[in-house]
């Protein structure tokens, strides 16, 4: 295999049997076409299906251009693309999902971007074929997102992106637990752009993003890069207790002048669980930063290669 070839593809496999072979037909004649050196890192995040054992058999078949990299477990898509970051060894990187809503043929296009001197090429799905939810869902994390934290990615759900050689090794000198990688990337670029590219209903397989694990990869975004979060609460706070100092005096005149009264018990009860709540969620929200810092502590690695395929001569 090539030291250093001009571009390095980073792939994470989960349970993706059912679209392998198409994506092994496609990714390679396109790459092919680029006409320059390059290499395809897979990396199983601990599927359960047949997807190791087809990744190795694309080894053997493409053992000049194809690495692959076994967990021994499921760590999740980011943890993957790190495991990938960490091996590859192209000028330039491109990150890719095995699903095929982003077409790999659509490499060429982030390359010519870089072309022109940036460092960072991320990427707009154009007529987006998810179901409506997906969407909305993404559009009002976006938006949230680039206010708290300043970080101007109009798709952050797209995972085709292309990286510098400089990013990638700055990327892997960071030893955050739990990290957003495009966010991080845009974070260290100095010369970053967006472009559109086509995106594909999921020809295989379903999708390994439910609602849920959306909600906690924003969470890893907001707490990971900005602490307007818990800027917000305390001025909540602040203004929750001023109203409250003002409420308390109100009452104790209004009881002095009118003396004692039942009817405004259930709005005591209503104020009181609005204070509950408000509670509540701060107390959430100072978990999710103490959260990161335990894992942070442990200093536990982020995952556990099972084996690594690669041509050695």
């Keep these: 295999m090539i030291a250093t070839p001009k571009l390095s593809v980073v792939i994470p496999v989960y349970n993706e049997e059912a679209g392998l072979a198409e994506l092994f037909a496609r990714l390679y004649p396109a790459l092919d076409k680029l006409g320059c050196d390059f290499e395809i890192i897979f990396v199983n995040d601990g599927s359960m299906d047949r997807s190791a054992a087809l990744l190795r058999e694309q080894f053997q078949t493409r053992p000049d251009v194809t690495r692959v990299v076994l967990f021994n477990g499921n760590y999740g898509q980011h943890m993957a693309i790190m495991a990938g970051f960490e091996r590859c060894r192209g000028e330039r990187i491109v990150t890719l999902d095995a699903d095929l809503q982003n077409p790999p043929e659509e490499i060429g296009n982030l390359m010519l971007e870089m072309d022109k001197g940036f460092d960072y090429v991320g990427s707009i799905r154009r ?13 009002a994390m976006n938006r949230t997102r680039e206010r708290l934290t300043h970080i101007k990615m109009t798709d952050q759900g797209c995972m085709l992106r292309a990286y510098s050689r400089d990013i990638i090794d700055a990327i892997n000198q960071s030893r955050e637990v ?29 999708s390994k993003y439910s609602l849920y694990k959306l909600i906690r ?8 890069f900005s602490t307007v979060p818990l800027q917000v609460f305390s001025l909540i706070g602040f203004a929750i207790s001023l109203f409250s100092i003002v409420f308390v005096i109100y009452l104790g005149i209004r009881r002095l002048i009118v003396g004692p ?37 442990r200093e536990r690695p982020r995952y556990l290669i099972q084996a690594v395929l690669e041509k050695t001569e």
């Excluded at 007529?127 to 559009?139: G, L, P």
């Excluded at 990290?179 to 379903?206: C, D, K, M």
């Design 127 to 139: 007529k987006r074929q998810d179901m409506a939810w997906r969407r909305w869902a993404s559009k």
């Design 261 to 297: 009264e039942a009817e405004g018990l259930f709005t005591l009860f209503g104020i009181a669980f609005f204070l509950i709540g408000v509670t509540l969620f701060g107390i959430g929200l100072l978990g999710e930063y103490v959260g990161r810092i335990y894992q942070q502590v």
């Design 217 to 224: 990869l924003n969470f890893d975004l907001v707490t990971g």
């Design 178 to 206: 739990s990290t957003y990688i495009p966010a991080l990337a845009y974070s260290f670029s100095h010369n970053p752009t967006e472009i559109e590219v086509e995106h594909e209903e999921r020809s295989a397989g379903e």
